[in-house]
């Protein structure tokens, strides 16, 4: 079994920044693709990022310049950090990735989700 945990969400003012972490613990070796997902209240579910095993990187253009994905493999750990935020940012932050388990498959698992609310 492997679990993923968002963490590092919260309130922060327009123009703020915030850092989410999600770390991938239980029966893996490693994790490949990840992604971060966003929704916001009456809207679809979006993608927000993405980062390859290899660490080749992808954003969606209202974001671009101003998060940066990253991923620590040591850790298990995949980080979204969060500059200049908007109001139009506020939404459930949601990790998806794709893991290999300790019996060498790949395995697809969901976090729980992170609320990020940019509010004056």
């Known amino acids: 079994q492997v679990q993923l945990v968002e963490s590092g969400g919260g309130l922060v003012q327009p123009g703020g920044s915030l850092e989410l972490s999600c770390a991938a613990s239980?029966?893996?070796?490693?994790?490949?693709?990840t992604v971060w997902y966003r929704q916001a209240p009456g809207k679809q579910r979006e993608l927000v990022a993405a980062?390859?095993?290899?660490?080749?990187?992808n954003y969606t253009d209202s974001v671009k310049g101003r998060f940066i994905i990253s991923r620590d493999n040591a850790k298990n750990t995949v980080y979204l950090q969060m500059n200049r935020l908007k109001p139009e940012d506020t939404a459930v932050y949601y990790c998806n990735s794709v893991v290999v388990t300790t019996s060498l498959l790949r395995a697809e698992y969901w976090g729980q989700g992170t609320q990020v609310t940019v509010s004056s």
């Open positions: 239980g029966s893996l070796v490693s994790m490949y693709a």
């Open positions: 980062i390859t095993s290899g660490g080749s990187t």
